[in-house]
Nanobody
Framework: QVQLAESGGGLVQAGGSLRLSCAAS??????????MGWFRQAPGKERESVAA????????YFQDSVKGRFAISRDNAKNTVYLEMNSVKQEDTGVYYC?????????WGQGTQVAVSS
């Protein structure tokens, strides 16, 4: 069974920074074979993709609203993916979920809450 555990969420002031982590575990889980990414869900809104990175780390994706502010990275030795959030805005508030995806299979974490205050 694969488990993804997010951490690092919390309350941050607008303009500040936050780093989210997502640690993956599982007896047969090969982290290096999975694309990793982050979605978020704001109150009353649908879940949306924020950032993603392919298995090699060579290709990344960012939602337009976070380009230039967020960064995604992965440490295959630690089975962990990170989301560095800089210059946060109130519209970045939401529950952030990490996922691992490979060959049509997607695993999700339970989410971590991020709240941006004015």
């Amino acid at each position: 069974q694969v488990q993804l555990a997010e951490s690092g969420g919390g309350l941050v002031q607008a303009g500040g920074s936050l780093r989210l982590s997502c640690a993956a575990s599982g007896r047969t889980f090969s982290f290096g074979r999975y694309a990793m990414g982050w979605f978020r869900q704001a109150p009353g809104k649908e879940r949306e993709s924020v950032a993603a990175m392919d298995w090699s780390g060579d290709t990344t994706y960012f939602q337009d609203s976070v380009k230039g502010r967020f960064a995604i990275s992965r440490d295959n030795a630690k089975n962990t993916v990170y989301l560095e959030m800089n210059s946060v805005k109130q519209e970045d508030t939401g529950v952030y979920y990490c996922y691992a995806r490979s060959r049509g299979t997607t695993y999700w974490g339970q989410g971590t809450q991020v709240a941006v205050s004015s």
